[in-house]
């Protein structure tokens, strides 16, 4: 099922015709509203009339998180505040928030583009749908919700957190469809079995999962935890929250909303465009927004795109899996390393829960790096042979996918602490220093 067929499967000519217009509107929109771009366009020595076609995109400045925080928190808004009829902000690990606002065209546009999510995943009219991201600043909790209304879907507002409540609710009003961080799904599933309720007790038949990085060795476990299909779903908060790209049926890669978001991929060090299909950094320009639109917005989210049509018959490109962010990849001893590299060994490994936390510090100038894994109580021993043989064998299996040497710290079942939200994957002393 297709939410808007006419958008979602136009011929790629179409498209990009569109899209231009729009690019050009959105470049005169920011030219006259926001000093910023002005003043950095005027740096480039470009105007408005210079943009002609998408193509031209690559004229444009680039946009970056720092850009948002210096313009804290209104100055990057491309509206008079009257018309902005919500703000969201993502909190950020250091220093200021950085601030996001909507106009009444904006939400109707994010909400029309979560319902493409929920439409692709199969869900309907007829579902319920628990609402279990974050409510409040984070646009988890009231983008999902927005999608849903549009949908006509029953929504239960639950936010994050309070996991039995969640689970009594799951089965009482007979929830169809979860919408949660793909580490709480798992968080969730365990605490189902604790509470002793059978799965034929639960309605449940879909997941929409994102807001982190997770992988295709997770989805297996979340599917058999929970028994539903667990489908993808991509945002940020800076360019509309949720709802940028999903996956289709196909799962096959995330279809991008390309008549409202346009992406590019670039090499992160000479950030020129890469060769299409190439890996690199994702960034997007908002090309039908009025609150904020933003031009080439630089995510840091590591993925490349596949423009091929795709089976469901959509013919938005994809985006594939987030592989980490240029900025949360660790260098441990000159070593390049990514948590999800970590995740994709524990999640073959039997023995193992997908739980983990790398510790990373530096002791006497050299970096050490501790990597604490959670063992299945099935598996979790007190002779201590039988230990030192399991640490045995994930160390060597992630010395040889990481390329160094970790101190592997086996912990018992359900020791590592759970998220309500994101999950917490590494802790960096050393940008203490
Ligand atoms: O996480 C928006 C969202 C809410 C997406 C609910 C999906 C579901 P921010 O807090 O601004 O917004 O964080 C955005 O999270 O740049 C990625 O690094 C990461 N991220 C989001 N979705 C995925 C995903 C929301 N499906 C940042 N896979 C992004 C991998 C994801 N990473």
Request: aromatic letters at 8%; charged letters at 25%; glycine letters at 8%.
């Given at each position: 099922?297709?939410?808007?067929?006419?958008?979602?499967?136009?011929?790629?000519?179409?498209?990009r015709?569109?899209?231009?217009?729009?690019?050009?509107?959105?470049?005169?929109?920011?030219?006259?509203?926001?000093?910023?771009?002005?003043?950095?366009?005027q740096?480039m020595?470009?105007?408005?009339?210079?943009?002609?076609?998408?193509?031209?995109i690559?004229?444009?400045?680039?946009?970056?998180?720092?850009?948002?925080?210096?313009n804290?928190?209104?100055?990057?808004?491309?509206?008079?505040?009257t018309?902005?009829?919500?703000?969201?902000?993502?909190?950020?690990?250091?220093?200021?928030?950085?601030?996001?606002?909507?106009?009444?065209?904006?939400?109707?546009?994010?909400?029309?583009?979560?319902?493409?999510?929920?439409?692709?995943?199969?869900?309907?009219?007829?579902?319920?749908?628990?609402?279990?991201?974050?409510?409040?600043?984070?646009?988890?909790?009231?983008?999902?919700?927005?999608g849903?209304?549009?949908?006509?879907?029953?929504?239960?507002?639950?936010?994050?957190?309070?996991?039995?409540?969640?689970?009594?609710?799951?089965?009482?009003?007979?929830?169809?469809?979860?919408?949660?961080?793909?580490?709480?799904?798992?968080?969730l599933?365990?605490?189902?079995?604790?509470?002793?309720?059978?799965?034929?007790?639960?309605?449940?038949?879909?997941?929409?999962?994102?807001?982190?990085?997770w992988?295709?060795?997770?989805?297996?476990?979340?599917?058999?935890?929970?028994?539903?299909?667990?489908?993808?779903?991509?945002?940020?908060?800076?360019?509309?929250?949720?709802?940028?790209?999903?996956?289709?049926?196909?799962?096959?890669?995330?279809?991008?909303?390309?008549?409202?978001?346009?992406?590019?991929?670039?090499?992160?060090?000479?950030?020129?465009?890469?060769?299409?299909?190439?890996?690199g950094?994702?960034?997007?320009?908002?090309?039908?927004?009025?609150?904020?639109?933003?031009?080439?917005?630089?995510?840091?989210?590591?993925?490349?795109?596949?423009?091929e049509?795709?089976?469901?018959?959509?013919?938005?490109?994809?985006?594939?899996?987030?592989?980490?962010?240029?900025?949360?990849?660790?260098?441990?001893?000159?070593?390049?390393i990514?948590?999800?590299?970590?995740?994709?060994?524990?999640?073959?490994?039997?023995?193992?829960?997908?739980?983990?936390l790398?510790?990373?510090?530096?002791?006497?100038?050299?970096?050490?790096?501790?990597?604490?894994?959670?063992?299945?109580?099935?598996?979790?021993?007190?002779?201590?042979?039988?230990m030192?043989?399991?640490?045995?064998?994930i160390?060597?299996?992630?010395?040889?996918?990481?390329?160094?040497?970790?101190?592997?710290?086996?912990?018992?079942?359900?020791?590592?602490?759970?998220?309500?939200?994101?999950?917490?994957?590494?802790?960096?002393?050393?940008?203490l220093?």
């Amino acid at each position: 099922m297709i939410w808007n067929e006419t958008m979602e499967s136009m011929p790629l000519e179409e498209l990009r015709k569109i899209q231009s217009i729009r690019l050009r509107k959105t470049v005169e929109r920011v030219y006259k509203n926001t000093p910023f771009y002005r003043r950095k366009m005027q740096e480039m020595g470009i105007e408005p009339a210079d943009i002609n076609s998408i193509e031209d995109i690559v004229k444009l400045p680039f946009t970056t998180k720092q850009d948002l925080r210096d313009n804290y928190p209104f100055d990057l808004f491309a509206s008079p505040m009257t018309e902005i009829v919500r703000l969201h902000a993502s909190s950020g690990t250091t220093g200021r928030p950085t601030v996001v606002g909507y106009s009444q065209k904006d939400l109707n546009i994010w909400s029309e583009s979560v319902a493409r999510c929920i439409t692709a995943y199969g869900g309907t009219k007829e579902d319920i749908y628990q609402v279990s991201y974050g409510y409040g600043l984070f646009t988890g909790g009231l983008g999902l919700h927005g999608g849903v209304e549009r949908v006509g879907g029953t929504v239960i507002p639950m936010s994050s957190g309070n996991t039995n409540k969640q689970i009594m609710l799951m089965k009482d009003f007979g929830s169809s469809v979860i919408a949660c961080t793909p580490s709480y799904a798992l968080f969730l599933g365990e605490a189902i079995k604790d509470m002793k309720v059978s799965r034929e007790e639960l309605k449940l038949r879909i997941g929409i999962f994102g807001a982190e990085p997770w992988t295709e060795n997770m989805r297996k476990q979340i599917e058999e935890l929970l028994g539903i299909k667990a489908y993808d779903i991509y945002g940020l908060s800076e360019i509309i929250g949720p709802g940028v790209s999903y996956e289709c049926e196909c799962q096959h890669g995330a279809h991008i909303n390309e008549d409202h978001f346009f992406p590019e991929i670039l090499d992160p060090e000479t950030l020129k465009p890469v060769a299409p299909g190439e890996q690199g950094e994702l960034a997007f320009t908002t090309i039908t927004k009025e609150g904020m639109p933003l031009l080439r917005y630089r995510t840091k989210d590591l993925c490349s795109l596949i423009y091929e049509k795709c089976d469901c018959g959509r013919t938005f490109a994809r985006m594939t899996r987030i592989k980490g962010r240029s900025d949360d990849m660790l260098i441990i001893r000159g070593v390049n390393i990514f948590p999800s590299q970590v995740e994709s060994v524990i999640l073959e490994m039997e023995e193992f829960e997908p739980h983990y936390l790398l510790v990373v510090n530096r002791i006497n100038n050299l970096d050490t790096l501790e990597i604490q894994v959670e063992t299945k109580p099935e598996f979790f021993s007190d002779e201590i042979n039988k230990m030192i043989a399991l640490k045995k064998k994930i160390s060597g299996k992630l010395q040889s996918v990481l390329g160094i040497a970790a101190d592997v710290r086996l912990v018992e079942p359900r020791s590592l602490e759970r998220s309500m939200g994101k999950a917490v994957r590494v802790i960096d002393y050393r940008k203490l220093d």
